[in-house]
C-alpha cells in the first residue's frame, strides 16, 4: 500500500487451511497486491483472531491453527519458492513464526543471502513469542539488523537470551556482541508501547534517539488493533528503497497513524505519504 507500484513487491510464505477463511485470505492478499504463496493442507483449519475494542483499549484471542502447520520440506524447499526467497533483498519475520513455527525455517531464510547485505527484521509479537526463543534461534543473531519490539517484550527477550540487560535499551548494546554478517547495516533495537508517544532507537555507538509520532486527536483514534504491525509495514516500506533510518520509522508513524483512525486493519486507497 506505501509503495503502490510496482504490484507485489512483497511476497509472503504461510500456511492455510482448504476453508472459507483461507479462501478470504488469498482474495485479501490478492487485492492487496501482496504475491501470497501458502502451503495449504487440510488437516488443520485457517488461524483466527478474535478482537475486542473498547476506546483506545483491546483485547486478542488468537487462535494459531494452521499457522503452526508450516512445513519447511513441504514449501520453502520447493524450488520454485526457494527462488522468491533468493532474490529478497529484505526479510521479515514475526516473532510467533519463530517461536511457534520452526527456528530452521527462520534459520534458513535468514542466513541464505545474509553476506550480500540483505537484511532480516524480526519481530517479538509479545511476551509469549520470547519464551519461544531457544539454541536454535541463536544461528539468526548474525543476520540480525532491527529487532522491533514493545518494552516488555524485549525485556523479556533479554532474560531469555541470558543477555543480562536490565532494560530494552540494554538490549541494543548486548545484541552487538553476536557475530555480524550483513557490515552495510548497524544493528538495530527499536522499542514502542501502544501508549507511547515515541519510537525509541538504539543504534550505532548505543546513541539512543527518541522520534515522536504524528500528533492526534484521542477522539480521532477508532481502532488501535493492527498499529504495530502498519508501523512495520510502512517502515520496511521506505528500509526496501534503501531510505535512511529516520525516514523508514517516519513512514512508520505515517502507516500506524492511517489505520488508527480506522475501523479494522483497512486503509484509504492511496498514502498521502511524502
Partial sequence: WMIQKPHKVATFFGCIGTDHFGEILKKKAEEAHVDAHYYEQNEVPTGTCAACITGDNRSLVANLAAAN?????????????????KKAKVYYIAGFSEGLISTEVTATVSLSN?????V?????????????????SLRIKPALFPLIGRDTDLGEFAIRQQLNAKDSFS??????????????????????SQKSQTTVVKEKCDRVTMFPV????Q???VDTN???DAFVG???????????????????????NVIIRRVGCTFPEKPDFH
Fill in 69 to 85: 502447520c508450516y512445513k519447511k520440506e513441504k514449501h520453502l524447499d520447493l524450488v520454485s519458492n526457494w527462488e522468491l526467497v
Fill in 114 to 118: 545474509s553476506e550480500d547485505g540483505s
Fill in 120 to 136: 532480516l527484521t524480526l519481530t517479538l509479537s509479545s511476551v509469549l513469542g520470547s519464551d519461544f526463543f531457544s539454541s536454535p
Fill in 171 to 192: 538490549v541494543k548494546g548486548r545484541t552487538d556482541k553476536y557475530q555480524k554478517f550483513n557490515q552495510k547495516h548497524s544493528r538495530v533495537v527499536m522499542s514502542m
Fill in 214 to 217: 504524528l500528533d492526534i486527536d
Fill in 219 to 221: 477522539n480521532n483514534i
Fill in 226 to 228: 493492527g498499529a504495530g
Fill in 234 to 256: 510502512g517502515f520496511l516500506s521506505a528500509l526496501v528503497q534503501e531510505q535512511i533510518l529516520e525516514e523508514c520509522i517516519r513512514a512508520g508513524h505515517y502507516a500506524a
